[in-house]
């Protein structure tokens, strides 16, 4: 931001604007509190039969201040954004293409967190969703759900996280304007705790995708979601507290961001920007308890974007392994009483394979000894589409010994 402008030359009894000055007026977004651009001398200004001698050197000078004061504000209030392909080949949605060289040779083009709340506030949605829920006494059960959502396309694509979308009978998206429209789950991959939803809706505004790699500890960070699934649009800011988090959610263990942005209920599926504006993670988790406070986490967004390209074009993410397993993981006596084992450990509930049977408790994968889900789908990295694996299982009081063949996951669609 400019902290200082050049002062207005007397222009008493000079009715028309500078050229400048129209354009600035006429280019400015609606409701944006941009700054005014720096006044010029009006070449056309007369007064008293004289025309206004401007210094070459002023004139050099309004120039190199307008020409920064334009490129910061298309930049940072406009979401210019390019389709650019991955490292691995595959196509993102919306790369940042926002700060340039000239902005970083001319001073640090960081917002205000006020600044970055206005940027973004309508790529931020509200997500309620029902789920049906089935009990032995009463029967179906309705029970409401609330997250956050990420504007990724301007024709409606939402991102958002797995576990906030499972199961759920519908789903409603509400905009910062208050719209609201039924959504549709595109795609799911729930390794990545990643979705993405559709809404009817056309001339949205897509979150700028910044870049996760280029991030430091200590860098200041900015949540954006919907906590307690009725405070949407609620903006929380913090720093980066650690890169590369191993948290395990669900069995599955991912590589997070950690903040300490105040993250609560509801804010699943919201994002985390940097001081640009960019997207950098998609918040997905929070540490609770009594004497927790300030653990957040985030998916960095260089993963996420791959995930949400592939399921937006493809409905599923390619490469992905399928055992053919639908598998349960009984890790206290509750569980273990509703299942009627009398055992902890992984369990087999459906099987695409007649070797394995529903019933069966997981052992091994290969040599390597499995005792819950996580174990399991530790065991399965680095294996391909089309490797065989051994799957040592407990069936009727004694180990057996099955071979599957991998292959491609490819139901993402719930």
């Not at 006429?26 to 210094?55: K, L, N, Q, T």
């Not at 992984?346 to 695409?352: E, G």
């Amino acid at each position: 931001m400019f902290e200082e402008y050049l002062d207005r030359s007397s222009r008493a009894g000079c009715e028309t604007p500078a050229p400048e000055e129209r354009d600035a007026a006429r280019d400015a977004p609606d409701g944006d509190e941009s700054p005014p651009a720096p006044a010029f001398p009006s070449r056309c200004d007369r007064r008293r039969g004289r025309r206004m001698r401007v210094p070459v050197w002023l004139l050099m000078v309004a120039c190199m201040v307008a020409s920064c004061a334009f490129g910061y504000i298309g930049g940072s209030l406009s979401a210019q954004t390019a389709r650019i392909p991955a490292a691995d080949g595959s196509e993102t949605l919306y790369q940042s293409v926002v700060r340039a060289a000239a902005l970083d040779a001319a001073g640090d083009s960081a917002m205000r967190v006020p600044e970055v709340a206005a940027a973004v506030k309508r790529s931020v949605v509200e997500i309620t969703t029902e789920t049906v829920m089935r009990n032995g006494r009463m029967g179906q059960l309705i029970s409401a759900g609330a997250g956050s959502g990420v504007v990724v396309s301007a024709d409606g694509f939402i991102a958002t996280n797995y576990h906030v979308v499972y199961g759920a009978r519908s789903i409603a998206v509400r905009l910062a304007d208050g719209t609201e429209y039924a959504a549709e789950i595109k795609a799911v991959d729930a390794k990545t705790d990643l979705a993405v939803l559709k809404i009817g809706a056309t001339g949205l505004t897509p979150a700028v995708f910044g870049d996760s790699s280029k991030i430091a500890v200590g860098d200041a960070a900015i949540a954006v979601g919907n906590p307690l699934g009725e405070l949407g649009g609620t903006v929380t800011s913090g720093i980066i507290s650690a890169l590369d988090r191993e948290i395990t959610i669900d069995g599955e263990t991912m590589s997070l961001l950690q903040t300490d942005a105040a993250i609560n209920f509801g804010n699943s599926g919201g994002g985390l920007f940097n001081m640009y504006g960019e997207l950098i993670g998609i918040v997905n988790a929070k540490s609770s308890g009594s004497d927790i406070e300030g653990l957040g986490f985030a998916i960095p967004i260089n993963i996420a974007r791959t995930v949400i390209a592939q399921l937006t074009e493809n409905g599923y993410v390619r490469g992905r392994i399928d055992t053919g397993l639908t598998l349960v993981d009984v890790q206290n006596a509750q569980t273990a009483m509703l299942y009627r084992v009398n055992r902890l450990g992984l369990y087999i509930y459906r099987s695409a394979d007649v070797s394995l049977k529903s019933g069966d408790m997981i052992l091994a994968v290969n040599d390597t000894p499995i005792d819950g889900l996580a174990s399991f789908n530790a065991a399965l990295k680095g294996f391909s589409v089309g490797d065989k694996i051994k799957i040592t299982v407990f069936r009727n009081g004694k180990g057996v010994v099955a071979e599957i063949v991998l292959k491609e996951l490819k139901d993402g669609v719930t």
